[in-house]
């Protein structure tokens, strides 16, 4: 695998456009979300939107509330305040609807270590509900995509740390959800790895359509092309194409238009955090 | 990929897909109990160390007048044995809680929690899947029993499975809604004290309340009241083939309100939305 500098979308925000065009449901729509823990406020207002077949950077700091905001679009968490909606589905009043379209690779390994490759996947598809014929059919497939073919059998902990981040992007495109959300996918891994499961998500957004929210901190990760969300203590600085907001904010670079956005010292180094 | 397909996509689930769903959380569970042995190992050890030196010691001391459902004076070892069996259910399903709680430790449970199934039914599933393992260890116990002497009729061995499903549903909800409640695996080891030894010494397990009321009236009205009682003494009845009404309404009524106390804590907009995300996240 590797990465694809192309990208295909750099979208009107979908909400400008009219809501009874079907073209304009965007594949994710945060509406005023706020979250709070006691005192504590995680989010504050929140308005962004992911269109279909694009690929959005979520930035932040390590605290920022991207793993709350993750938490309230997989409804882990209940919404307090504004709306989610998927693909138009409010994940509140309809969580099947919104569910069923989404994928999820979580900050934190979601895989069962004691259970082999291919029956984490087919437990995945039976929470599905996927019947086994088909979901040993769709298993093979996306082992055979990501090159695990070859693991089926073994246990999940006897695999790399990027062979399961793989095995959880496979997991998670399993069911042919149309919104793929990836919380820091690549923490923890070497460069290689990190490059390889980033190409591989884009690659899906061409090949699939698939949207893609990407939560990340490394600014590495985004390319100009992309579309960006700077969350920072709670709140959205900025969302656009990341070369709008580079140029919005006199910076040369992904690095500096952050560090003027959020006025923090980061590191010369290529991560936020 | 146009946005237009939102409007072919399907409301609901079928049947089949409800069927499939629940097969999985099964299948799973089922597999991780067979990898886990020593866990089936411990749940049989447990109540045959009870059967073959506790109730061997005490078989001159406690004796046991003829009660119901038995028709004759009875040994020991025969009296406990309902109550062992209702003890692997109270066990393995305060280590299903236990297993939920490792599994949101380790992120596990996200998965379950993620799926686009009604969330009802997939604490239900689960619920289902540790009662299942619960009979395997049940039936387990009475094979090696019978070559202990402990017999009940044939027909007992089939007329006990309800009375087990019904009794395993409601230990498995009692440790589910417990579950909800632990933010961190280390802090399970108190609630089983506080539960698991209370439930099971506050009953008749091991001594009839006959027994219990002459030595301790206020005894007797806390094992009365002990969900546990009376699914021991379903389980007893039910083995020889007899149905004790009250203690099938108490254990009905407490498997429903455990179960709804369970979703409810599950809620997202309640049991789990007060936790901030663990570690670096946020």
């Known amino acids: ?273 | 990929m146009s946005s237009t397909s939102v409007n072919r996509a399907p409301s609901g689930f079928s049947l089949t897909q409800y069927a499939t769903c629940l097969n999985g959380i099964v299948w799973r569970e089922a597999l991780r109990f067979v990898h886990q042995r020593e866990r089936f190992v411990s749940a049989l050890v447990r109540p045959l160390v009870w059967l073959f030196i506790f109730a061997a010691g005490f078989r001159q001391v406690l004796g046991i007048s003829i009660i119901p459902p038995y028709e004759t004076y009875i040994l020991y070892e025969v009296y406990i044995a309902p109550g062992l069996m209702a003890m692997i259910q109270l066990f393995n399903g305060m280590q299903s809680s236990l297993s939920m709680v490792y599994d949101r430790e380790m992120g596990n449970m996200r998965t379950l929690l993620v799926s686009p199934l009604p969330r009802w039914y997939l604490l239900f599933g689960k619920l289902v899947a540790g009662t299942a393992v619960s009979l395997l260890q049940v039936y387990a116990f009475l094979v090696i029993a019978w070559f202990w002497d402990i017999a009940p009729p044939p027909i007992g061995y089939f007329t006990v499975l309800p009375a087990l499903i019904l009794s395993g549903l409601m230990l498995g909800a009692l440790g589910m809604l417990i579950s909800s409640g632990i933010k961190q695996l280390e802090n399970f080891a108190g609630v089983m004290n506080f539960v698991i030894f209370p439930m099971f010494f506050a009953s008749s397990a091991l001594y009839p309340l006959w027994r219990v009321q002459e030595g301790s009236p206020l005894l007797y009205y806390v094992c009365q009241f002990n969900p546990f009682t009376h699914a021991v003494e379903l389980i007893r009845f039910a083995l020889y083939g007899q149905t004790n009404w009250i203690s099938l309404a108490v254990v009905f009524c407490c498997t429903t309100a455990f179960m709804i106390g369970a979703i409810y804590a599950y809620d997202p907009s309640r049991g789990l939305v007060r936790r901030a995300p663990a570690g670096g996240e946020a």
Do not use: C
């Open chain 1, 1 to 273: 695998m590797t990465a694809i500098s192309a990208h295909t979308t750099g979208p009107a925000p979908p909400d400008s456009r009219p809501r009874d065009d079907p073209a304009a449901v965007s594949a994710l729509s945060i509406d005023g979300v706020s979250h709070s823990y006691g005192a504590r406020r995680a989010l504050i207002d929140v308005n962004f939107a992911v269109a279909s077949a694009s690929f959005t950077a979520l930035l932040g700091l390590n605290g920022a509330g991207k793993s709350t905001l993750f938490s309230l679009i997989t409804r882990l968490f209940g919404i307090q305040a504004g709306r989610i909606g998927i693909f138009g589905h409010d994940i509140g009043a309809a969580p099947s609807e919104a569910l069923r379209l989404l994928g999820v690779v979580f900050q934190s390994r979601t895989l069962d270590l004691d259970l082999s490759v291919i029956q984490n996947l087919l437990y995945h598809a039976a929470l599905h509900g996927i019947a086994k014929r088909e979901a040993r059919r769709r298993s093979d497939e996306v082992l055979t995509r990501i090159g695990l073919a070859d693991r089926a059998g073994s246990k999940v902990r006897d695999l790399s740390g990027g062979q399961m981040r793989r095995l959880e992007i496979a997991r998670a495109l399993l069911h042919r959800p149309r919104l793929l959300l990836l919380d820091e996918a690549t923490v923890g891994l070497d460069v290689k790895a990190r490059a390889d499961i980033l190409g591989h998500v884009r690659q899906l957004v061409i090949e699939q359509g698939i949207g893609v929210l990407w939560a990340t901190h490394l600014f590495d990760e985004i390319i100009p092309g992309d579309d960006l969300v700077v969350l920072h203590q709670g709140r959205v600085l900025a969302h656009g194409p990341a070369t709008n907001i580079i140029a919005d904010a006199g910076a040369r670079d992904i690095n500096s238009a952050f560090m003027r956005l959020t006025g923090a010292a980061v590191d010369p180094g290529s991560s936020a955090s």
